[in-house]
Nanobody, 124 residues
């Protein structure tokens, strides 16, 4: 599946942003999808994931209660609503689709399709 992320930008602490990720190619609706982020000098880290049916979600503790992952299978699109943004949320955000047969996962190696990344910068 091909993924195209968008929606990043420069915001102030406390603001909100919504990231989108449009999918094409391999059937998007049959696989779990997720968001990861990477800051300069750091490894790519898990942010959130959602199951194929959207029945289950998973978040890293630092964003739980502030970020919401969702998907619209009719539109082949996934979203990450980010509220109460903090400077430490600054990173390049990547959307990803999991390998077929793997359910919702926080493990990077569970994903085999990646978007190009979108920069989110939160100023204090």
């Amino acid at each position: 599946v091909q993924l195209q992320a968008s929606g990043g930008g420069l915001v102030q602490a406390g603001d909100s942003l919504r990231l989108s990720c449009a999918a094409s190619g391999r059937t998007f609706t049959n696989v779990a999808v997720g968001w990861f982020r990477q800051s300069p000098g750091k490894e790519r880290e898990f942010v959130a994931a959602i199951s194929a049916s959207a029945g289950s979600t998973l978040y890293t503790p630092s964003v739980k209660g502030r970020f919401t992952i969702s998907r619209d299978n009719a539109k082949n699109t996934m979203y990450l609503q980010m509220n109460s943004l903090k400077p430490e949320d600054t990173a390049v955000y990547y959307c990803a689709a999991a390998r077929r047969g793997i359910g919702i996962s926080a493990v990077l190696l569970s994903y085999d399709s990646w978007g190009q990344g979108t920069q989110v910068t939160v100023s204090s």
